[in-house]
């Protein structure tokens, strides 16, 4: 399938017309996703003298891609060595774990297997060359230095029986990744929204709509108009700086300031998870992942395979798949995926296929429709490797009025959520906050 891309901008129809701002603000974050809640606190926290909004259109905190994955602290083994998603994930892991363990946020430290066959063991040990080749991320301490970056070792086959007995014969070798693990996402988010209340200068607003974006014509920034609830008549306020986390939505808004030319095209990957009760997966205690698709048309960047995943009260899910969702013909609707959120039996066949090559046991009967979630990409099937896009606009000529947009901030988003902020807030803004 090759789904094509939306290039819908906010504000196409011009619903909303222009209206001078009410009021100034220093910092306006757009999407209240765990990424932008991560900006939010951290903005505040560096910069307590200056006005930190975030804006979110739902009535709660990651109601979108944030709370519908696997809540997986991932160590950073899958993607190139020299990329973003490398850098962010292994540093984001490590201030993760810390954040946990300073805030109470409930995480487990499961290790994963990365299992493979014969015929694709060359994979796994490509991972595990590519995880000691590795240098520490920027910001990285110097106590880091001491421990190891990404610890991996290759076991064969019967070792991984040995941790995982009902794993398929045929696995001949696997890949152990002590450093995975799980996370209560929904804490974490809840943890990042009362720093950024308790601050000195944050603010949150829940239910509330960004539906014009516009360059200031006078003061330096962004004319930004917002709609609150059912209301029908939006607002207006100057933002010096948009921080644009809006995940699935993130383009949309870009592309509301570029020529039709320059737009960004949005694409949606849906992925099932389906809970598990059955035989197969007796006292199961590891992440268990296969190889995914390699080779000419797969899909390895874009899906890391149907895995087995543990929530932290121990129950068993596998998932996600891999749907590429085609937007409706007959208008640019950016929110159609929204309908597609309902999960239903469609995939459990495929899935089922998935998980019997390394974990035979399993049966079809077992396995029930859990819940859904769609990844922003910016490139569709085929296109091969995408890495994390920050892309930086200014309000005017001069330089003045900062918006930075995080595109494609999909997996892995969640562990790389506080280097995000950290790269967002140190790196790409410096001190015009």
Not at 35 to 64: D, I, M, W, Y
Not at 113 to 119: F, N, T
Not at 248 to 266: C, G, K, T, V, Y
Not at 272 to 283: L, M, Q, R
Request: charged fraction near 20%; proline fraction near 6%.
């Amino acid at each position: 399938m090759h789904p094509r891309g939306l290039f819908a901008a906010l504000n196409s129809s011009q619903r909303f017309k222009f209206k001078s701002p009410e009021y100034t603000i220093d910092n306006l974050i757009i999407g209240g996703g765990v990424v932008g809640l991560a900006v939010a606190q951290r903005l505040a926290q560096k910069f307590p003298g200056n006005s930190t909004f975030l804006v979110e259109r739902h009535g709660k905190a990651g109601e979108e891609t944030s709370s519908r994955n696997s809540e997986v602290i991932h160590a950073g083994l899958y993607y190139p060595a020299n990329s973003l998603k490398t850098r962010l994930c292994i540093r984001g892991r490590r201030l993760l774990y810390e954040r946990c363990k300073a805030h109470d946020i409930p995480y487990k430290k499961t290790g994963k297997l990365v299992v493979a066959r014969k015929e694709q063991q060359s994979y796994i040990e490509s991972l595990h060359a590519k995880a000691h080749s590795l240098s520490w991320p920027p910001h990285s301490s110097s106590a880091d230095s001491n421990s190891p970056l990404l610890p991996t070792r290759l076991i064969t086959g019967e070792e991984a029986r040995r941790l995982e007995p009902d794993l398929h014969e045929d696995i001949t070798a696997a890949l152990w990744s002590p450093e995975t693990g799980i996370i209560d996402s929904h804490t974490l988010m809840e943890s990042l929204e009362t720093d950024l209340m308790d601050s000195t200068n944050g603010e949150l607003v829940y239910l509330t709509n960004v539906v014009r974006v516009d360059p200031s014509r006078d003061t330096p920034g962004w004319v930004v108009q917002t709609v609150t609830g059912e209301g029908e008549e939006g607002e207006a306020l100057l933002a010096r700086n948009i921080i644009n986390c809006a995940g699935l939505s993130a383009p949309l808004i870009l592309n509301a300031i570029l020529d039709e030319s320059e737009r960004i095209p949005m694409f949606f990957a849906r992925g099932s998870y389906a809970s598990y009760s059955g035989p197969g997966v007796k006292n199961v205690s590891h992440l268990i992942y296969p190889c995914p698709a390699v080779g000419k048309d797969s899909h390895a960047f874009h899906s890391l395979g149907t895995h087995l995943t543990l929530d932290l009260q121990g129950k068993i899910r596998f998932g996600p798949d891999l749907d590429w969702l085609e937007p409706s013909q007959d208008h640019e609707n950016p929110d159609f995926w929204q309908s597609r959120l309902v999960p239903d039996d469609s995939r459990l066949q495929l899935m089922h296929e998935a998980v019997k090559e390394y974990l035979p046991g399993v049966v079809k009967g077992g396995l029930q429709p859990d819940y859904c979630g769609v990844r922003p990409k910016l490139v569709g099937p085929g296109a091969g490797f995408q890495d994390f896009v920050f892309r930086r606009n200014k309000a005017n000529g001069q330089g003045e009025g900062l918006m930075i947009s995080l595109l494609g901030i999909e997996s892995p988003g969640l562990t790389s959520s506080l280097a995000i902020a950290e790269h967002v807030v140190d790196n790409l803004m410096g001190d015009v906050a």
